[in-house]
């Protein structure tokens, strides 16, 4: 397609699994974002892949959160030992480099 | 203090009038400056982006900037009720390595 796709769309877990969220950003997009919206709040920076670069990982709330790249393409943002407050909207955007960023729908994750 | 701030809102204008939204940023770095809409339960969207002081406009928007009051404004002319939304400043420095986004301004455009 021609714009960032994220999966799952809607996620709910129980308190304690593992989730991973997945994201497929725009061809030709070098950059990477990961961004958490909770209800009614406004947008939390969680992680930045750049290219072959190291990523900035200073968002991430906890060492329970991780993300890789692979291929400089699809990423996966993983929550380990899922909490009740990781309840949120997880946003992947993608851009081209040193330019706007374009989000996909989300992944709305729902911890019970 | 916050990277970005915006009112919260609700702003309300009739449909027709002009609405006015307001940003401030705290860092003086910042190069580049984006406003985005989202709609409830929605992903924010582009509306439109400025890099340089002054007024760029694009159909019913104009995206005013002045860095030296760090200071970022968004107008909608001819308000519609489709344009009821969040409204979403953000910021980004050189290097794009994140765009900090204010909290939001909640935009009801009334019939």
């Known amino acids: 397609g021609a714009g960032v796709s994220q999966s799952p769309s809607n996620k709910v877990t129980e308190k304690g699994k593992d989730v991973e969220l997945r994201c497929d950003p725009i061809?030709?997009?070098?950059?990477l974002y990961w961004y958490r919206q909770s209800l009614g709040q406004g947008l939390e920076f969680l992680i930045y892949f750049q290219g072959n670069s190291a990523p900035d990982k200073s968002g991430l709330p906890s060492d329970r959160f991780s993300a890789e790249r692979t291929g400089g393409s699809v990423s996966t943002l993983t929550i380990q030992r899922t909490q009740q407050e990781d309840s949120a909207v997880y946003l992947c955007a993608s851009s081209p480099q040193r330019n706007t960023i374009y989000f996909g729908e989300g992944s709305w994750l729902t911890v019970v | 203090q916050k990277e970005v701030e915006q009112n919260s809102g609700p702003l309300s204008v009739p449909e027709g009038a002009i609405a006015s939204l307001n940003c401030t940023y705290s860092?003086?770095?910042?190069?580049?400056f984006f406003w985005y809409r989202q709609y409830s339960g929605k992903s924010p969207e582009l509306i439109m982006f400025i890099y340089s002081n002054g007024d760029k406009e694009d159909g019913r928007f104009t995206a005013q900037l002045n860095k030296a009051s760090q200071y970022v404004s968004l107008l909608i002319r001819d308000s519609q009720p489709s344009d009821s939304a969040t409204y979403l400043c953000a910021v980004a420095p050189y290097n794009f390595n994140k765009f900090y986004f204010g909290s939001g301004t909640k935009l009801n455009v009334k019939p």
């Open positions: 061809s030709g997009h070098t950059a």
């Open positions: 860092d003086r770095g910042s190069q580049s």
